[in-house]
Every structure is written in structure tokens, then in C-alpha cells.
């Protein structure tokens, strides 16, 4: 399907009837310049009332003077809009073209038509009008057939870029998804400065609005009309894929995730087997990527800001897997060189401008590290920014831990001070270890006495046969806190 030829001022010579002579073309290329509407006007500064690519019809009896200054400033003021063409109309106020007239129009490569006094100006008015509404009538029918072409590649499991190419092929020109704060997320068609901009604004919240962008070579005035349908079908294509509160993922990788986040311990062969299911290979280094909502920002804009990182790793790492839920995106990626400093900066030029989102970033030698450091990296969410994920800490310690078995020991050891219906005492046991001991720390977080938090720590070692000065004692007390 091709877009319909626009009216040009190079079409007036076609009509017989309309005797319309060229006397200056302009510059080149300025007859071919699209008409987007006729002005009759007599006024002698018409300027302020006209719009780029009118086609300008005037008699000139408000100029009915011989000084070429004046002419000169009065199409100066005429290109600098810039009009499409002046149609001059001879009769009674010139008999004749002005000369001041036609210099002043080759000075300012403005495109000199001259209309004889027989034809009126009613005529060539209604020629221009007819063109341009056969015009708006053939882009209002290829806009719907856009438009169905497009739902077709929806329905057909398309994505939203092989929409954009379509509307690009369509449209001649390069189109984009924007979002709120103007990060180009997907686009197609040519590179380069467009002096043609339209912009279509997708319904939404006011920080999750997503704009449909058309940069064009030149200026059409029947590019609204062409694009309105399918500018529907993108925006329900946005909201199928961002404002969805359910899980979106790549074949079977929400299964991997799932059995990571959902278990505290998974055999090393079923990881290995989820992994190969995800077609991840089990051992090879694999990035993990996780980003999650700061305060104030919604599921649409986290998919927006996780769809854009996709695109962009994919373009580094030839394997690409993700996994959407409400409040959480996960991204693994694997390649042959990929190391952490590499995975640090992709990640950062991904997410780009984003702000109020947490990212962790980090990798796993191979499928067996991959839950651990998958929950270690969930964990470590929360503080915005891009932040690498801590490659062993305590948690990761006490999640490889984590057994029936080794829950249950964890309860019996500290049964005795549930058993004793003194909540104040496991309170007590965890700010101590927390505070690693110290008095003044301890004192002022529970808002005690020295003296009662002597006779809680006495009453703990108590109940529970214990020395708390014991540094192993310590460590196993604070792992049953974290098992529990």
C-alpha cells in the first residue's frame, strides 16, 4: 500500500480551465511543495493570518503602488512562513504583473503564479479545495487500511516493531514510541534530521503517557488523517504489554524464576534442568539483571523502562531471557564474553534516564549459582539507582541453608524462649546480635535500661543453656533467627 500523491503546486498547470502561468518557480524543488490549503486575501500584510503551505490568491488592489521596496518587504514577510505559492490575479486593480512584484519574488524564491482576469478566483479556489479534500478522503481510506493491517500483525503474535515498520514503509517516514520523559523506546525507518514532526499522545496516567512520533522529509498535511486509526492500535498494543497485571515472560523462563523465588532449596539437576528448558545453557555464565518500582512509580512504567533495557542487551548479548510481574522485572542474558564490568555498564545505558527504579546487577557461574544469586540479588533491591549485587554475604550463607531439616533444628533451639510467653526476650536475642553486642546501641534502639537488658541477656542464656559471649554461639543464633 502506498501513500496517495499530495497536491502540489506543480498540479495547478494540469487544469486547462484554470490558464495558470508560471512566470517565477522558486527555487528548486519549490514546485512540488505540498498545498495545504488556499487564502484569498487583499490585505497588505496578510502575514499573521497565513500558515506554512498555503497557496496565496490575491489581486493586489491594496497594492496598487510601483516602489519595488514595497513589494520586496511584502514577499519577504510571505516567505518567511513560508506560503506554498502566490497566486497573483490580474483585472482591474493590474492590468498587468508588477515588476516590483516578479523581482521580488525571484529575490525570494517564492513561486510566482499568474491567474488571467477571466478565470475567478472562485474557480481556482474550488480546484484547490476539491484536490485537497480527494486528497483527505484517500488518506482517511489508507489509514484504515493501515490500521487493519496493523491489527492483523497484533493478532498474528507481531510485535509493537513490526508495527512501527509497517507504519514506516506506509508513512515514508521514521516513527518512534517515546515515553514521558522522551526516551526513544523502539523506532523504525531512516536516520538523520527530519525538519516534520508529528506527535500522537497515547491515552494514559500523566507519568505513564507514551507519545507515537512520525519525523518526516517534508510536511504533509493530511499526515494526521493518515495515522489516527493505527495510533489506536499501538496504544492498545502498549497497554496489552505494560498495563497488564499479570505475568508476561520469555518460553519458560517464568518457570525457572518461579521455582527460584517460590523455593528456599532446588536440587542442582532440576536448576539445571529449568535452565535448559529456558534454553539457557546450564554451564555457561549467565547475567541476571533484576529491576524494581521506587516510590510513586507504576507497573506501566517499570515495563516501559525493563522493555527498553531488553531491547538494548539484546543488541550486546546474543541470549535474552525476562520475566514480568506487578512490582518486579528479572532480565538473564548469556553470552560467550560476558563479565560483570561489561553486564555493569550495558545495564546502565539500558536504563538510561529512569529514575525512582532500583536495578541490581550480577552474574552467576552456572545454573547451580544461579538461585542463590538470583535471591541474593532480589534482596539487595531497594535503594534506587544501578547498583552491582553482593557476591557473598550472610544471607547467601544461610540460604544454601535453607532444608526442612535445618528449619526444624532452628525452631527447637529457640522454642524455649517462645515457650516462656515473654515476646520481649526473642526481640531482645535479635537486637543483640544485630547491634553485634553493644550495650549503648541495644539500649537505645528497645529504649531500656542497662539494667533491663542485663536481666533479659541473663534470662536468655538461661532458658536457653547458652553463652552469648561464644562468638559461634553468636553465628548460630543468628542463623536460626534468619531460618525461622
Known amino acids: 500500500m502506498q501513500y496517495t500523491r499530495r497536491v502540489r503546486v506543480a498540479d495547478m498547470r494540469d487544469d486547462p480551465q484554470l490558464q495558470v502561468e508560471f512566470r517565477v518557480t522558486g527555487a528548486p524543488g519549490a514546485l512540488e511543495r505540498p498545498i495545504t490549503w488556499c487564502a484569498p486575501t487583499e490585505s497588505i500584510d496578510p502575514s499573521p493570518f497565513l ?17 519595488a521596496r514595497i513589494w520586496d518587504a511584502y ?29 521580488a519574488c525571484e529575490n525570494h524564491a517564492v513561486p510566482l503564479l499568474v491567474i488571467p482576469a477571466e478565470v475567478p478566483f472562485v474557480l481556482v479556489q474550488r480546484d484547490v479545495q476539491d484536490r485537497l479534500s480527494a486528497e483527505r478522503y484517500e488518506a482517511l481510506r489508507r489509514g484504515s487500511e493501515l490500521a487493519d493491517d496493523c491489527s492483523r500483525i497484533a493478532v498474528e503474535q507481531g510485535t509493537i516493531q513490526d508495527v512501527l515498520h509497517r507504519i514506516s514503509e506506509v508513512a515514508d517516514a521514521r516513527v518512534s514510541i517515546q515515553d514521558s520523559t522522551g526516551t526513544t523506546l523502539l523506532s523504525a525507518g531512516g536516520d538523520g534530521a527530519f525538519p516534520a514532526r508529528t506527535e500522537f499522545t497515547m491515552p494514559g ?3 505513564d503517557r507514551f ?13 494526521d488523517t493518515l495515522l489516527a486509526p493505527v495510533a489506536a492500535v499501538v496504544s492498545m498494543q502498549l497497554s496489552t504489554m505494560f498495563g497488564s497485571t499479570g505475568t508476561a515472560h520469555s518460553r519458560n523462563a517464568g518457570r525457572l524464576t518461579a521455582a527460584i523465588y517460590g523455593n528456599d532449596s532446588i536440587p542442582a539437576d532440576e536448576l539445571i534442568a529449568l535452565a535448559r528448558d529456558a534454553e539457557l545453557e546450564p554451564h555457561q555464565r549467565t547475567g541476571i539483571v533484576v529491576l524494581q518500582p521506587g516510590a510513586g512509580m507504576s507497573t506501566t512504567s517499570l ?14 548479548f546474543p541470549v535474552v531471557r525476562y520475566v514480568e510481574e506487578p512490582d518486579l522485572s528479572t532480565i538473564l542474558l548469556q553470552s560467550e564474553a560476558l563479565d560483570q564490568d561489561r553486564l555493569m555498564a550495558a545495564a546502565r545505558a539500558a536504563v538510561g534516564r529512569a529514575r525512582s527504579i532500583s536495578v541490581i546487577v550480577s552474574t552467576a557461574e552456572n545454573a547451580t549459582e544461579l538461585g542463590l544469586t538470583l535471591r541474593t540479588a532480589r534482596r539487595a533491591l531497594g535503594e534506587p539507582g544501578i547498583h552491582p549485587a553482593p557476591q557473598l554475604n550472610f544471607d547467601t550463607v544461610v540460604d544454601t541453608l535453607r532444608h526442612p531439616g535445618t528449619t526444624s533444628l532452628a525452631k527447637r533451639l529457640l522454642a524455649p524462649l517462645q515457650r516462656s510467653g515473654d515476646r520481649a526476650l526473642l526481640t531482645t536475642l535479635e537486637t543483640y546480635l544485630r547491634c553485634s553486642g553493644a550495650t549503648p546501641a541495644i539500649c537505645q534502639e528497645l529504649f531500656i535500661h542497662r539494667n533491663t537488658l542485663a536481666y533479659r541477656l541473663k534470662r536468655i542464656q538461661e532458658l536457653l543453656g547458652l553463652d552469648l559471649q561464644d562468638g559461634q554461639v553468636r553465628a548460630t543464633l543468628l542463623m536460626a533467627l534468619r531460618l525461622i
Not at 518567511?80 to 523581482?103: D, E, M, R, S, Y
Open 51 to 67: 500558515t506554512p503551505g498555503a497557496l496565496m490568491l490575491t489581486s493586489g488592489m491594496a497594492l496598487n503602488v510601483t516602489d
Open 75 to 103: 514577499v519577504e514577510r510571505l516567505a518567511k512562513i513560508p506560503i506554498a505559492a502566490l497566486a497573483f490575479g490580474l483585472g482591474p486593480a493590474h492590468a498587468t504583473l508588477p515588476a516590483g512584484l516578479v523581482t
Open 205 to 207: 496516567g500523566e507519568r
Open 211 to 223: 507519545r507515537l512520533v512520525v519525523e518526516k522529509a517534508d510536511t504533509r498535511p493530511t499526515i
Open 303 to 316: 515495563r516501559s523502562v525493563s522493555w527498553r533495557a531488553r531491547v538494548m542487551l539484546a543488541g550486546e
